[in-house]
Nanobody, 115 residues
Framework: QVQLVESGGGLVQAGGSLRLSCAASGGIFNAMGWYRQAPGKQRELVAA???????NYADSVKGRFTISRDNAKSTLYLQMSSLKPEDTAVYYC???????????WGQGTQVTVSS
């Protein structure tokens, strides 16, 4: 059974930093990524990373956020710097199983950036 455990969210002032983690278990994972959903808005891609380390970022976070993964630990990270109030959202981890392509989502972690 696939389980995703997210951690690292919280309240931070604008300009600050946070690091999110997503520990995955119960499967072999292909692409992994972070999404976010602000109140009244659709869920959107923040950043994604393949098993080989290729990355993709939303334009709004390029140069401020860094996605990484530890394949040995099946753990995904998101280092967020120079945070802005508009980064406030619930952040979700997403993983794709390697062979089936089935998608799993984490429970979400709240990130709040105060101005």
């Amino acid at each position: 059974q696939v389980q995703l455990v997210e951690s690292g969210g919280g309240l931070v002032q604008a300009g600050g930093s946070l690091r999110l983690s997503c520990a995955a278990s119960g499967g072999i994972f292909n692409a992994m990524g972070w999404y976010r959903q602000a109140p009244g808005k659709q869920r959107e891609l923040v950043a994604a990373i393949t098993t080989g380390g290729s990355t993709n970022y939303a334009d709004s976070v390029k140069g401020r956020f860094t996605i990484s993964r530890d394949n040995a630990k099946s753990t995904l990270y998101l280092q967020m710097s120079s945070l802005k109030p508009e980064d406030t959202a619930v952040y979700y981890c997403r993983v794709d199983l390697l062979w089936s392509g089935v998608i799993y989502w984490g429970q979400g972690t709240q990130v709040t950036v105060s101005s």
